[in-house]
């Protein structure tokens, strides 16, 4: 297994439209993350899977965003109606035990 | 409310030096964790080391030491004898869950190591 991995790694969309990036996590982990990074900043959190469930939301993730990860594997995020305040790279992580494996990200820039 | 403060945004030096990059956290939780993540130009998150709140050893593996105290609520992370491949940005990140839900990370610090 080469690790987590989240396609597309980069994404130029117009503003107001919706996209969706896809993870795929390390396999057998059953806990998934998403995280939102800007420039300068640490990562925040957004959604947290275990399994199919999604058990944790962060308020940053407003009625524009949605996840999804059906049958517990991969994952997806979308956005809809973007806004450039939206561009940022979208970490997502894998976890079966204490350590998070990340991938290298999705950067989305909103013009 | 949980908060990581990695108050050096920038930190340069030449390779062999020591360095430490600070870390101060604030939590309520009596239980909690604690971690260093390394960010390379790549972009991709590396694990480093997991600390729970009980365990207030010291750890050191290979260059890299961390110097954990709750009664200054601080998580120092010293690399020795640095090396150029060790320039990133370090994240200190805060979880009162372990293994579960979200990690709260402060800002990062820059590490610039020049030949």
């Known amino acids: 297994d080469t690790g987590v991995s989240q396609d597309p790694r980069h994404k130029i969309t117009k503003r107001g439209q919706n996209v969706t990036f896809r993870c795929d996590p390390i396999s057998e982990h059953n ?20 399994n199919e469930a999604q058990l944790e939301k962060s308020r940053l993730l407003s009625d524009r965003f949605s996840a999804e990860r ?7 995020l979308e956005i809809q109606r973007t806004e450039q305040g939206d561009s940022a790279m979208y ?6 035990g204490y350590e998070a494996f990340f991938g290298q990200g999705t950067r989305l820039t909103v013009v | 409310a949980q908060k990581v403060t990695q108050a050096q945004t920038e930190i ?4 062999k030096e020591d360095v430490t990059l600070d870390c101060v956290y604030e939590t309520r939780d009596t239980t909690y964790y604690l971690f260093w993540y ?8 590396v694990f480093l080391i997991r600390r729970n709140s009980f365990d207030e050893q010291n750890e050191i ?15 120092n992370f010293t690399i020795t ?8 940005v370090y994240f200190c990140a805060l979880s009162n869950r372990g293994s579960q839900g979200n990690l709260i990370f402060g800002k990062g610090t820059k590490l610039s190591v020049k030949p």
């Open chain 2, 61 to 75: 593996s290979g260059r890299y030491s961390w110097n954990f105290q709750k009664s200054t609520s601080s998580f």
């Open chain 2, 12 to 15: 340069s030096v030449v390779e």
């Open chain 1, 70 to 76: 059906p049958k517990g594997s991969f994952s997806t």
């Open chain 1, 91 to 96: 970490l997502c992580a894998s976890s079966g």
């Open chain 2, 81 to 88: 004898a640095s090396q150029v491949v060790d320039s990133a």
């Open chain 2, 38 to 45: 390394k960010q390379p130009p790549s972009g991709e998150l």
């Open chain 1, 31 to 50: 806990r998934l993350y998403w995280y939102r990074q800007t420039l300068g900043q640490g990562p925040e959190f957004l959604t947290y899977f275990q």
